[in-house]
């Protein structure tokens, strides 16, 4: 296994650390030299590994010319979702709890700062997904993969834009909001 | 950045107070940040030395969170690249297996987001 050199480690924390594995505080490797200039992204595909079978393709699309896919994946019984952007492996995460009091689980994957992708699985007592942005009325997100009891939705838009993702229920009540991740992630000051 | 050395100043502080408690973790990472009390943590920076770095977290239940999420972000301008799924707050360790494609040579650094307080939390970042 390759190991992640950290910096800037205060000396508090590692102190802290030093009480031993089953403390609170940081667990890392010596302190590195100062970094080295920007190296490009090395996630350098989007295929599935030979434990990982393709289920479906929740969502494709382009955003200023930039082709972005989310797949859904089944890796030996989890149900996955894999980004791509520019036919490069982003975001992947696997098995997003759903249920009638938090019906959609979402991850926000701006890995390719071209894109800012939003996606996950919404439970079925969700009637519809509204994404909502700067830039224009609220837009409906199709849920278009139905598997596990769960349904998968992708969408994507160009960063700095996105405000919310909600979830109506079949009364057109609103039952969900993504808004505070959302808005954590797309905000430059938290 | 200010928020950011603010949270680890609160990080080390309640640390203190809290420490001798499990972190509860088996799985074996080569960066990883605890924490005490909270609803938001920033963790210390760590350069991943491979393209794909896995990122996840733990929570304690006892407190008023019920689910949290980790955010992975660029130090320089605090630029965030990616949030995870949600995570139920049940004393587990929860990852995003496959790992998410990153720059080698470039800062990061985590961060932690409950819905609510926990009593105490981890995130970490594994090769």
């Given at each position: 296994m390759r190991r992640i050199r950290p910096v800037l480690l205060p000396a508090l924390i590692a102190t802290l650390a030093a009480?031993?594995?089953?403390?609170?505080g940081a667990g890392t490797r010596p302190a590195p030299a100062a970094a080295a200039p920007e190296a490009a992204p090395?996630?350098?595909?989007a295929v599935p590994g030979p434990e990982a079978a393709k289920v479906a393709v929740i969502a494709r699309g382009e955003v200023d010319g930039v082709p972005w896919q989310v797949d859904l994946l089944d890796e030996n019984g989890l149900l996955c979702t894999q980004a791509s952007v520019d036919r490069r492996a982003t975001g992947h995460g696997c098995d997003p709890p759903v249920s009638k009091a938090v019906p959609v689980n979402v991850a926000v994957d701006g890995?390719?700062?071209?894109v800012l992708l939003v996606y996950g699985a919404a439970d079925p007592s969700v009637a519809g997904l509204l994404a909502h942005s700067r830039t224009g009325a609220p837009r409906r997100v199709a849920v278009t993969a139905t598997s596990g009891g769960r349904g998968f939705f992708a969408y994507a838009v160009k960063p700095g834009t996105a405000t919310d993702l909600t979830a109506l229920d079949s009364d057109g009540r609103?039952?969900?909001?993504a808004g505070d991740k959302i808005w954590q992630f797309e905000d430059p000051g938290r | 950045m200010f928020r950011k050395v603010l949270s680890t100043i609160t990080i080390a502080a309640t640390t203190v107070l809290v420490?001798?408690?499990?972190?509860?973790s088996a799985q074996a990472t080569d960066f990883w940040q605890a924490w005490g009390s909270g609803s938001y943590h920033a963790s210390a920076d760590f350069v991943p030395t491979g393209g794909l770095v896995h990122i996840g977290g733990w929570a304690c239940e006892g407190?008023?969170?019920h689910s949290f999420y980790v955010s992975l972000v660029k130090t320089s301008g605090s630029q965030k690249v990616f949030s995870s799924y949600s995570w139920d707050v049940d004393g587990r360790d929860h990852v995003d297996p496959r790992g998410i494609g990153v720059n080698t040579s470039t800062a990061y650094y985590l961060r932690w987001y409950g819905n609510g307080s926990a009593p105490c939390s981890k995130a970490f970042a594994t090769n």
């Open positions: 009480c031993g594995p089953a403390g609170p090395e996630a350098a595909t890995l390719d700062d071209r609103e039952v969900f909001s | 420490a001798g408690l499990s972190t509860g407190g008023s969170a």
